[in-house]
């Protein structure tokens, strides 16, 4: 069954990407495993998935331990994260896709060990007009960016949103392919585009998104507790 619904979603955004004129090729998806067990991953890894995402950082710091190095496994951390989880992110992140704060981003830069290689992140903008919503204010986006970029152990990829609850995502979306352009004029080889989920992923993939994070669709249903 999992290998029915990894191949039905990838048929789903391959579709949708050819909708648009665009590769599929050029789409990274990202299977999120929150609340699944470490053999879950291990178990989408033989079916040839290479980016898994959890959203909270003790399920996520202890899922790494226990699948342990496998080549070529991006662990895309995709949660809130705290200044006090800082090195425990960056010790099991390959990305980070929601660097919404210069204190984070300080955070994250003085967690690298030495000689570290940089830090993928993305800056993750809130779409909406509530300010408890995770993300940075669009109008604040270009002064992280900045911020991020003049830190050596970070290297800004690009920008993530979820799409707002009370609107179509297809023009929020736009919007958040607008304010890309923005960390661009920043960071110009910024291009990565983390939006759209199950029920969004079409309209992120015509706004152009890069990086899809698919949870339940792939996996099933989520166990109560991780």
Same mark, same amino acid.
């Given at each position: 069954m999992l290998a029915e619904r990894l191949a039905a979603i990838d048929e789903r955004i391959a579709d949708a990407a050819r909708a648009v004129?665009?590769?599929?090729s050029e789409l990274t998806r990202i299977v999120v495993t929150k609340f699944h067990p470490a053999a879950l991953v291990e178990e989408l890894y033989a079916l040839g998935v290479r980016d898994v995402g959890e959203n909270r950082q003790q399920e996520f710091s202890r899922k790494v331990g226990e699948v342990g190095p496998l080549a070529g496994l991006r662990w895309h951390f995709i949660?809130?994260?705290?200044?006090?989880?800082?090195?425990?992110?960056?010790?099991?992140?390959?990305v980070v896709h929601s660097l919404d704060r210069a204190r984070l981003a300080? +955070?994250? &830069? =003085? #967690?690298?060990?030495?000689?570290?290689?940089?830090?993928? /992140?993305?800056?993750?903008?809130?779409?909406?007009?509530?300010?408890?919503r995770g993300g940075v204010a669009p109008d604040e986006l270009e002064?992280? +960016?900045? &911020? =991020? #970029?003049?830190?050596?152990?970070?290297?800004?990829?690009? /920008?993530?949103?979820?799409a707002p609850l009370d609107e179509p995502p297809a023009p929020a979306f736009e919007r958040l392919a607008r304010l890309a352009g923005?960390?661009?004029?920043?960071?110009?080889?910024?291009?990565?585009?983390?939006?759209g989920m199950t029920a969004d992923f079409a309209e992120a993939i015509a706004a152009g998104a890069t990086h899809?994070?698919?949870?339940?669709?792939?996996?099933?249903?989520?166990?109560?507790?991780?």
């Open positions: 004129g665009r590769d599929p949660g809130q994260a705290q200044t006090n989880k800082a090195r425990a992110i960056r010790g099991a992140a390959s300080d +955070a994250l &830069h =003085a #967690a690298a060990e030495p000689g570290e290689a940089p830090l993928d /992140v993305l800056l993750q903008v809130n779409l909406t007009d509530d300010p408890g002064s992280l +960016a900045t &911020h =991020a #970029a003049g830190l050596a152990s970070l290297r800004v990829r690009g /920008v993530m949103a979820v923005v960390v661009r004029g920043v960071v110009p080889d910024a291009d990565w585009i983390s939006a899809l994070r698919i949870g339940s669709a792939i996996t099933g249903p989520r166990p109560e507790r991780g």
